[in-house]
């Protein structure tokens, strides 16, 4: 990871903030999404691609009219597996000064004392006051 820092600092300045959280998010995201889009295109039928060959289509034919116009629903499912991923990625990049969920999280369950931060604890009792003489 301090590669990654490097790397981010080289390209936009800093380290941290949404900046610096880019290059991670990007490097950490590529090879799944990758990933899925191969394991996508690897479910066509090899009867479909061999019929496409044998009716002359060009490998520029093949690759746009068969791969990818067979292929939407894997697609789709491979990016939204991403993209859920991503978001817990970024829930995580909240701790660098990025934003979002994470921020959010350490905003709301942290306290300053004399400089400090202190990560303040509850209990489930604490949000829940369960009333069981009353009336439901």
Known sequence: MPTVAVLSRALFGT???????????????????????????????????EASIAMGLSTKEI?????????????????TISFIALVGQIAIVGSVGAGGLGDMAIEIWSTEINGRYHIRRYY???????????NW
């Open 15 to 49: 380290t941290i903030g949404i900046e610096g959280a880019l290059v991670p998010l990007v490097i950490g995201t590529a090879p799944f999404v990758a990933r899925q889009m191969e394991s996508a295109i690897m479910e066509i039928d090899p009867g479909i691609i």
């Open 63 to 79: 690759i746009f009219d068969v791969y990818l116009r067979e292929n939407i629903p894997g697609m789709i499912r491979g990016l």
């Open 124 to 134: 489930l009792n604490s949000y829940f006051n369960f009333n069981c003489s009353g």
